[in-house]
C-alpha cells in the first residue's frame, strides 16, 4: 500500500472509530500507531489525541505559508514577557558574547554553541506568521539555524523521540516530536526582519516553530535535551504550557 493511502486509512479509521464506536477505540487506534502526545491522560485528553493523531496523519510534511516582504507587519507585536532576571541582564551587557544554547542528551557528541557559532552554520530564511493563542498575531522575517542542522551536527541517537528546550526563564520549557524537529522551517532565530533578533521577541535566541501556536516558539533559550521519555520533565507533560492548562500539540 503506497503511504497516502495507508495515512488516509489510518485517519479514516481513527475518526470512524471515534464517530462510532467512541473515543477509547479511537485513543486505542492512535496509540497503536504511536500518536499519543505526552499531555494525553482522561477525558480532555482523548481530544488532543484526536487533534495530534489527524495533524500527524495528514500533514506532518506540509510548509507553513511563506509571505513576500511586503506583507510583513509593522511594527511586529511583541508580547509581554516577565522581567528577565539578573543572568540575562548581565550578558545582555556583555552583548550576549557569553550566551551559550548547550546540547545535550541522547546525543552522539553533545555541544554548546555561543550565538557567533550558530551564524556560523547554514541558515534559513523565512517570512511566516507567528499566532498567539490568544488571537493576535503578526509577521516576521526570521532567520536562524534549522534545528534539524544542529542535530545533525551532534548525532541525534537512534532512540531519540523528542527535543526538549529550556528558556533562562524557567517556567518556560516546550518539547517537539521529531517530525516537527526535523521539519525544515523549525528554526533556532537569531535574526529578525534584517536584524538581531530584538530581546522582545526572545533575542538573542529563540525557537521559531511556524507550524504550531506562539507558545511553543519559547524565548531566551539555553538548552537542548534529546530524549526518549518527557515523562521526566517537570510534571510529565512536555511542556510547561499544559501544566496551564494549554495543550503540548499546538498545530496549525
Ligand atoms: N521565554 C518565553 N518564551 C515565550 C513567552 C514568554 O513569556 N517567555 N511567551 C510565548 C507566547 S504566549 C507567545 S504568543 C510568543 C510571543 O512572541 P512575540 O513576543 O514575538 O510576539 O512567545 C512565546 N514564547
Ligand atoms: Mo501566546
Same mark, same amino acid.
Given at each position: 500500500?503506497?503511504?497516502?493511502?495507508?495515512?488516509?486509512?489510518?485517519?479514516?479509521?481513527?475518526?470512524?472509530?471515534?464517530?462510532?464506536?467512541?473515543?477509547?477505540?479511537?485513543?486505542?487506534?492512535?496509540?497503536?500507531?504511536?500518536?499519543?502526545?505526552?499531555?494525553? #491522560?482522561?477525558?480532555?485528553? *482523548?481530544?488532543?489525541?484526536?487533534?495530534?493523531?489527524?495533524?500527524?496523519?495528514?500533514?506532518?510534511?506540509?510548509?507553513?505559508? %511563506?509571505?513576500?516582504?511586503?506583507?510583513?507587519?509593522?511594527?511586529?507585536?511583541?508580547?509581554?514577557?516577565?522581567?528577565?532576571?539578573?543572568?540575562?541582564?548581565?550578558?545582555? %551587557?556583555?552583548?550576549?558574547?557569553?550566551?551559550?544554547?548547550?546540547?545535550? #542528551?541522547?546525543?552522539?557528541?553533545?555541544?554548546?554553541?555561543?550565538?557567533?557559532?550558530?551564524?556560523?552554520?547554514?541558515?534559513?530564511?523565512?517570512?511566516?506568521?507567528?499566532?498567539?493563542?490568544?488571537?493576535?498575531?503578526?509577521?516576521?522575517?526570521?532567520?536562524?539555524?534549522?534545528?534539524?542542522?544542529?542535530?545533525?551536527? *551532534?548525532?541525534?541517537?537512534?532512540?531519540?523521540?523528542?527535543?526538549?528546550?529550556?528558556?533562562?526563564?524557567?517556567?518556560?520549557?516546550?518539547?517537539?516530536?521529531?517530525?516537527?524537529?526535523?521539519?525544515?522551517?523549525?528554526?533556532?532565530?537569531?535574526?529578525?526582519?534584517?536584524? %538581531?533578533?530584538?530581546?522582545?521577541?526572545?533575542?538573542?535566541?529563540?525557537?521559531?516553530?511556524?507550524?504550531?501556536?506562539?507558545?511553543?516558539?519559547?524565548?531566551?533559550?539555553?538548552?537542548?535535551?534529546?530524549?526518549?521519555?518527557?515523562?521526566?520533565?517537570?510534571?510529565?507533560?512536555?511542556?510547561?504550557?499544559?501544566?496551564?492548562?494549554?495543550?503540548?500539540?499546538?498545530?496549525?
Amino acid at each position: 500500500m503506497n503511504p497516502l493511502s495507508r495515512r488516509k486509512l489510518i485517519t479514516t479509521g481513527i475518526t470512524a472509530a471515534a464517530g462510532a464506536s467512541g473515543l477509547a477505540v479511537a485513543g486505542g487506534l492512535a496509540k497503536r500507531y504511536g500518536l499519543i502526545p505526552p499531555d494525553a #491522560g482522561g477525558l480532555y485528553g *482523548v481530544g488532543e489525541t484526536l487533534t495530534y493523531a489527524a495533524q500527524r496523519v495528514l500533514t506532518s510534511h506540509s510548509m507553513a505559508r %511563506e509571505f513576500s516582504p511586503s506583507q510583513i507587519s509593522n511594527p511586529p507585536f511583541a508580547n509581554e514577557v516577565a522581567p528577565l532576571g539578573g543572568t540575562f541582564k548581565r550578558l545582555q %551587557e556583555g552583548g550576549f558574547a557569553d550566551w551559550r544554547l548547550a546540547v545535550d #542528551g541522547m546525543v552522539a557528541r553533545p555541544a554548546s554553541f555561543s550565538i557567533a557559532d550558530l551564524k556560523s552554520h547554514p541558515s534559513r530564511s523565512q517570512i511566516t506568521h507567528l499566532a498567539c493563542e490568544e488571537g493576535w498575531s503578526y509577521i516576521a522575517e526570521w532567520t536562524g539555524v534549522p534545528l534539524s542542522h544542529v542535530l545533525d551536527v *551532534v548525532g541525534i541517537l537512534p532512540q531519540a523521540k523528542y527535543v526538549v528546550y529550556f528558556s533562562i526563564q524557567q517556567d518556560w520549557w516546550d518539547s517537539l516530536d521529531m517530525a516537527d524537529a526535523m521539519h525544515p522551517q523549525t528554526l533556532i532565530a537569531h535574526s529578525m526582519n534584517g536584524g %538581531e533578533l530584538p530581546v522582545g521577541h526572545g533575542g538573542p535566541l529563540r525557537m521559531r516553530v511556524p507550524r504550531q501556536l506562539g507558545y511553543k516558539n519559547v524565548k531566551y533559550i539555553t538548552r537542548l535535551t534529546v530524549t526518549d521519555d518527557l515523562k521526566r520533565f517537570g510534571q510529565g507533560l512536555g511542556s510547561s504550557s499544559p501544566e496551564g492548562g494549554y495543550a503540548w500539540y499546538a498545530g496549525i
